[in-house]
């Protein structure tokens, strides 16, 4: 908003009409500098636009531009030569009405760019077709042919229009540019042969001699330097840094091509412009007599072949004039001053006339020829070369001011009368104010008979001796007493002072100029000599044929003057007209003023109100835009318009002389009244904008959250149906189930029938599923679980196979030591089990290889190389009293060997072991049985281990015995020695004893607990 509402002090308004001291020129200029400042050079006075040239590229002529102002409204946008483009297309379009664009300025204001803007504008926004975009791309590359034989480098401007154009681009019903046509006037036909200092012939002389190829130049008889062409050296600058001549002839070349130039009228065009630089350097000579003579041949060789005309003929004319006296046909002889003039004529006439082909044939190029399409409407653009005030102003500054004159006098007119027109619409009662009406001028040099061209016109024609002298003696006489016409005669001492004696002046409405008669006469009549024009009528080239038509010859009829000319392309412009008036950023005076004048045009007093009127603005557009600010409007209101009107200006507190109403406009006098409305307008915007995103702000969260809302509803309902199906289906299922369970339970004894075939599955299936959770995990645990009937025979087989698999599970996890363990405990498990008492206590304890701490190196010895089996302490019993002595029994590979202190004590081969013999009780005493008749044994051997399973498991091992071992109950009798026995009782008791009884037996009582 703070931006909104400063800027206008930064950048100003962009329209003058905004400006609150409007006639200020000071307050003007302020704005166009504040504006320019920022890079803003177009402002508008109400529909009229100010272009500031930049003189540098701004980037505001892109496509995106264009996109921008195209179909917007006038003052929607900022002011742009685009936004005026489309502003008189859409009026075309919608009023079906011819439009024509304005564009004036001094030299250099950027005129002629803006054209071109205008006609880019169009090229690319209008809509298009394959033969739309020829037409479109003719009318563009008009611009660089026109400008090359119509533009020169002044000292204002580099590319200084020299002509004035207006351009009618004409569109067909569905708005597309179909055709064009171009109306040139006044061409500066003097520079041809004259240039001031520092300017520049026409562009086309350097291009064609810069950039002509070599063989065109060859042809041409043409040297590529500018310097060697007297008519291009005038000005002393043949060569400029910001003009590249080579580069531009490509272009011209190339736009020639699109224009539809054959290469035989290129070359023809080419000859006619060589041809001219060639008269330049013919070189006169005077005979005795005084008359001229030719005295270059070579200039005479070339003009003949490029002028298609007789070298002798050519040479005759250039140096005499024909007389018709007394009906014959004088050639009176020129001196070398006329001779030049006549030379400076032809050169100028051809140039001139060329030029004017070259447009014709540009329009033929242009023109719009579907004659079943008559709905087509134009658009005309109007390139005016500005006021001119030089040092010195001769005929062509006059004619220009003359012309500018005329189109501020169209311009007042058709401003003042659209404007009165709306006025009276409206119902307001008006005066104008009062501003300076140029028509005064305008009469002052054209009024018949009476003004200064009818003068001049009547001054040529008038036989004697008349002169520019005598034509200003005629002005003082006539017009004299005119209040915009001064001479140095009729002058008052001030204004002599700088004024010549060959001078007058023209109090113009942009300012006073002074013209010098010099050449006036002349320059009216455009003097060509009557045989020269013969000359040029027997050309063999074509365009000159064209150009010098034979008839012009015989037709008595006197050439246009200035007047017809400036009169008939100023008349015909279409109404309504939009001024694009432009302006250099010094802000001339000059010029200023004459923008200033438009500005002062578009106010006029009201005698009622005694109002200036700034705006005017349709009511309806009123309420529209500023309902806002009152609520009575706001949001809309509902009654009539004016009443609505009405209701917002109280609210807004005007005061009645701040505007007036009309019919459908109300008219704003001040424009800090709007201004504030404006601001107000700003305010209110941003409280309703900061309202407007709040309600959305709050629409939308709340369409969110509903669209939320309604999508978990939803999902929700999917959900809880999903859960409910699948509960009922499960129930089903499970009743389903539960029934078939029920039903095969009661056939159960059956066979299998579709009754019962699924409860029988189901019990396989159970049982199964539980023997894979219950199935025993070791050979130990011979739990089973309890099989149905059917699954009796397979439970075997299972229970059994799973018993190997751990079997063979455990064996292949088993390593040597434990399988030899093993064997072992299954020795003493087939020896022992259930037969000896203290077999169970032995179970769980492994068997070692020896129970000795250590043995006796000298029992070792003894036993030599044979490798030790086995070791355990013993206790043997005496023969004769069965004395206890402590032993140890060693077992090899071979023999039992029982030893005392590393002694060997006795040798038991396993050959010789008759038998082992031991209780079934739970002592620890056994009888090795040896063969008595073995002399070196005194009987069997009577021993008591404490690990006796363990001890006969390995003897019957290692001596392969195990069926020789005997379990005895009761008493076990044994050998002694000479064929005697004795007897060993065993009895079970509560302690261990071993001990010689008194039948002489050996008496062994043994525990249930020792083993
Ligand atoms: N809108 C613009 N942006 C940038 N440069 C510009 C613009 N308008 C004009 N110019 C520059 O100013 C130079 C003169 O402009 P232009 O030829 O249009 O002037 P003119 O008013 O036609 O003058 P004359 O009356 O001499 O023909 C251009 O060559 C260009 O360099
Ligand atoms: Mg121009």
Redesign the pocket.
């Known amino acids: 908003m703070e931006s909104a509402l400063t800027a206008r002090d930064r950048v100003g308004v962009q329209d003058f009409v905004l400006l609150e001291n409007y006639t200020s020129e000071a307050a003007f200029i302020e704005n166009l500098r504040k504006r320019f400042k920022e890079n803003l050079?177009y402002t508008y006075i109400s529909s009229v636009l100010v272009s500031v040239?930049?003189?540098?590229?701004?980037e505001i002529y892109t496509k995106n531009h264009m996109e921008r102002y195209r179909g917007v409204n006038f003052y929607e946008v900022s002011p742009h030569i685009y936004a005026t483009s489309d502003n008189s297309y859409r009026s075309m379009r919608t009023e079906r009405r011819d439009q024509c664009i304005l564009i004036s300025?001094e030299?250099?204001?950027?005129?002629?760019?803006a054209s071109k803007k205008i006609l880019q504008y169009y090229a690319v926004t209008c809509p298009a077709s394959d033969q739309v975009q020829t037409v479109k791309d003719r009318l563009l590359q008009s611009n660089p042919v026109l400008e090359a034989f119509g533009n020169a480098k002044?000292l204002?401007?580099?590319?200084?229009?020299r002509f004035g154009k207006y351009m009618d681009i004409q569109f067909d019903f569905k708005g597309a540019p179909v055709g064009g046509h171009i109306i040139n006037y006044l061409l500066e036909k003097s520079r041809v042969v004259h240039q001031n200092h520092g300017e520049r012939n026409f562009h086309i002389f350097y291009q064609l001699i810069e950039g002509g190829e070599e063989d065109l130049l060859r042809r041409l008889g043409l040297e590529r330097n500018p310097q060697h062409y007297q008519y291009l050296v005038k000005g002393n600058c043949p060569k400029v840094s910001s003009i590249n001549d080579r580069s531009d002839w490509k272009q011209v070349r190339k736009a020639l091509t699109v224009i539809g130039f054959s290469e035989d009228e290129v070359e023809e065009l080419m000859n006619i412009i060589s041809s001219v630089l060639h008269l330049g350097n013919m070189q006169y000579g005077g005979d005795d007599g005084g008359s001229a003579c030719i005295t270059s041949d070579t200039q005479i060789k070339y003009l003949s072949r490029l002028l298609g005309v007789s070298g002798t003929v050519l040479t005759e004319a250039l140096t005499h004039r024909k007389i018709i006296a007394k009906g014959e046909e004088l050639m009176s002889p020129l001196n070398i001053e006329q001779a030049s003039a006549a030379r400076d004529a032809l050169s100028k006439a051809v140039y001139g006339r060329t030029f004017t082909w070259l447009v014709n044939k540009i329009n033929g190029s242009l023109a719009y020829t579907d004659e079943s399409n008559k709905n087509s409407s134009v658009i005309g653009l109007l390139d005016i070369?500005?006021f001119e005030v030089f040092q010195y102003n001769s005929f062509e500054q006059f004619c220009i001011n003359y012309c500018n004159e005329k189109l501020q006098q169209l311009f007042i007119e058709l401003t003042l009368k659209s404007e009165q027109e709306e006025y009276e619409a409206e119902g307001i009662t008006w005066e104008p104010v009062q501003y300076f009406n140029n028509k005064i001028i305008c009469d002052l040099v054209e009024e018949k008979f009476k003004g200064i061209i009818s003068i001049l016109d009547e001054e040529c024609l008038r036989p004697g001796d008349a002169s520019d002298i005598t034509f200003l003696e005629k002005l003082e006489d006539t017009v004299g007493s005119h209040p915009h016409f001064v001479t140095h005669k009729l002058a008052d001492t001030k204004t002599r002072k700088l004024m010549g004696r060959e001078e007058f002046r023209l109090l113009h409405y942009a300012g006073d100029v002074n013209y010098n008669v010099n050449g006036f006469l002349d320059k009216n009549n455009d003097l060509l000599y009557r045989n020269l024009k013969e000359v040029m009528c027997m050309s063999e080239n074509k365009i000159l044929t064209q150009c010098f038509d034979r008839e012009e010859l015989t037709d008595k009829k006197r050439p246009d003057t200035v007047r017809c000319v400036v009169l008939s392309h100023v008349s015909p412009l279409p109404n309504p007209t939009i001024v694009v008036p432009?302006a250099k950023a010094e802000f001339t005076k000059l010029h200023v003023t004459k923008i200033l004048d438009y500005s002062e045009l578009l106010h006029f007093n009201c005698s009622q109100v005694k109002l200036c009127v700034c705006v005017c603005v349709f009511v309806c557009a009123l309420v529209f835009r500023y309902k806002s600010l009152c609520p009575d409007t706001w949001p809309n209101w509902q009654g009539k318009l004016p009443e609505g009107v009405s209701t917002l200006v109280k609210h807004l507190g005007y005061k009645p002389e701040e505007y007036k109403m009309g019919r459908s406009k109300i008219f704003i006098r001040f424009p800090k009244t709007l201004f504030a409305t404006e601001d107000a307008l700003e305010t209110r915007k941003q409280s309703l904008a900061t309202k407007l995103q709040a309600g959305w702000k709050g629409y939308t969260q709340k369409t969110k959250y509903q669209k939320l809302r309604r999508s978990a509803i939803r999902i929700e309902a999917w959900w809880r149906g999903i859960l409910a199906r699948r509960r009922a289906q499960r129930r089903r299922k499970a009743s389903d189930t539960i029934r078939r369970f029920i039903r095969g339970f009661i056939y159960r004894h059956q066979e299998r029938c579709p009754q019962n075939e699924y409860f029988l599955d189901y019990v396989r299936y159970a049982f199964l599923m539980n023997l894979h959770r219950n199935a025993p995990k070791n050979v130990l645990d011979k739990s089973w679980p309890t099989p149905p009937p059917a699954l009796t025979e397979a439970s075997e087989h299972l229970r059994k196979m799973c018993m190997q698999n751990m079997v063979w599970t455990y064996c292949k996890k088993i390593s040597p030591e434990w399988k030899h363990q093993m064997e072992q405990k299954t020795v003493a498990s087939e020896l022992f089990k259930d037969k000896k008492d203290n077999y169970p206590q032995s179970v769980p304890k492994l068997f070692v290889s020896t129970r000795l701490k250590e043995i006796n190196p000298k029992a070792l010895q003894a036993l030599g190389t044979e490798k030790m089996k086995y070791a355990v302490p013993v206790t043997k019993y005496d023969r004769n009293g069965y004395r206890a002595r402590p032993r140890q029994l060693l077992l090899t590979g071979d023999s039992i060997v029982i030893v005392e202190e590393g002694k060997m004590k006795q040798r038991i081969e396993y050959g010789a072991l008759k038998g082992i013999s031991v209780s079934s009780l739970s002592d620890g005493v056994f009888v090795l049985h040896v063969p008595s008749t073995d002399n070196k044994q005194k009987g069997d051997v009577v021993l008591q281990s404490d690990h006796v399973i363990e001890t006969l498991t390995k003897v019957a091992i290692c001596g392969e015995k195990a069926d020789n071992v005997n379990i005895n109950q009761g008493s076990i009798t044994f050998a002694l020695s000479q064929g005697k026995e004795g007897v060993i009782d065993f009895t079970p008791g509560s302690e261990l004893l071993v001990a010689k009884a008194k039948n002489g037996h050996l008496a062994v009582v043994s525990t249930q607990t020792s083993g």
């Open positions: 050079i040239n930049p003189y540098k590229d701004l300025g030299s250099g204001a950027g005129k002629t760019e002044t204002r401007n580099d590319n200084s229009s070369y500005g432009c």
